[in-house]
């Protein structure tokens, strides 16, 4: 069973940076691919950005793109999510995801993971 645990959350004015982690118990080595998804309130999950650990390959929402970097350790048990830039818009809980599947570009759809973390708020102020 794989377990996700996320970490470095908190709140930061606009402008800022905030590094997200996610470290991944469990069978991690079946996992191919990872990503971080966002939820605002009254708003749909939404991917941000996705790696395939075993081939590298990444996927970043527009929106992102430019000012967040996703990366993962050697040993990949960890995930990471690099924000800067951050504007109130980036204001949401931040998921880690996981899938077994390897494809070459892990999309960005939250149905398509089968394990999640429990969420840290990021919370930017203007």
């Known amino acids: 069973q794989v377990q996700l645990v996320e970490s470095g959350g908190g709140s930061v004015q606009a402008g800022g940076s905030l590094r997200l982690s996610c470290g991944v118990f469990?069978?991690?080595?079946?996992?191919?691919?990872m990503g971080w998804f966002r939820q605002a309130p009254g708003k749909e999950r939404e991917g941000v950005a996705t790696l395939n650990s075993g081939r590298t390959t990444t996927y970043y929402a527009d929106s992102v793109k430019g000012r967040f970097t996703i990366s993962q350790d050697n040993a990949k048990n960890t995930l990471y999510l690099q924000m800067d830039s951050l504007t109130p818009e980036d204001t949401a809980i931040y998921y880690c995801?996981?899938?077994?599947?390897?494809?070459?570009?892990?999309?960005?759809?939250?149905?398509?993971?089968?394990?999640w973390g429990q969420g840290t708020q990021v919370t930017v102020s203007s």
């Open positions: 469990g069978y991690g080595d079946s996992i191919h691919c």
């Open positions: 995801a996981a899938a077994y599947p390897d494809v070459y570009a892990c999309p960005a759809l939250p149905r398509w993971y089968t394990h």
